[in-house]
């Protein structure tokens, strides 16, 4: 049965141990198929503040998604800017930089509320482009991406050494 939740702004403080949590609940989510994350005790308040900074600097705003006056997830959205071979009309795009649900809530539509609020942002701000980023091993999430009209743009290649 699908629960009732909200959409809001991030209210620091109080939101900073349910975001840390998140962070870290995503890593360890991403560890399962990527073993390069980190789970060390300090990586969710670590990437918190670099993630704050970067909400700051990139004019970005972080959504919390709320069930019974508890955060259940989070999304941060912020503007980046392409290179310039880039065409003009598109270089400057909203990014949804982090997105995490509670594995609880997952299947009720928080995340896809999610999605919204930052698509719905960057329309406010007049973008014409989002992005998200998903790692390839990561299936259910860009399975939701792609329900969502989400579509492959560039995929970058690694190699150890």
């Given at each position: 049965m699908s629960e009732s939740f909200t959409i809001r702004d991030l209210r620091l403080p109080d939101d900073k141990p349910a975001c840390v949590s998140f962070i870290d609940g995503l890593q360890k989510y991403e560890r399962a198929f990527e073993p390069d994350r980190r789970v060390d005790a300090t990586v969710g308040k670590d990437y918190?503040?670099?993630?704050?900074?970067?909400?700051?600097?990139?004019q970005g705003r972080v959504f919390v998604a709320e069930a019974d006056?508890?955060?259940?997830?989070?999304?941060?959205?912020?503007i980046e800017q392409n290179s310039l071979?880039?065409?003009?009309?598109e270089r400057t795009y909203g990014q949804i930089a982090e997105l995490f649900v509670?594995?609880?809530k997952r299947g009720q539509r928080v995340?896809?509320?999610?999605?919204?609020?930052?698509?719905?942002?960057?329309?406010?701000?007049?973008?014409?482009?989002?992005m998200i980023g998903?790692?390839?091993?990561n299936k259910r999430s860009a399975a939701i991406y792609a329900q969502?009209?989400?579509s492959p743009y560039a995929m970058q290649l690694r190699k150890y050494l």
């Open positions: 918190f503040a670099a993630l704050m900074k970067r909400v700051a600097e990139e006056g508890a955060p259940i997830g989070w999304a941060v959205f912020v071979y880039i065409i003009e009309s509670v594995e609880e995340g896809q509320a999610l999605i919204e609020a930052c698509e719905a942002e960057a329309k406010s701000r007049v973008l014409k482009l989002i998903v790692l390839p091993a969502a009209g989400y």
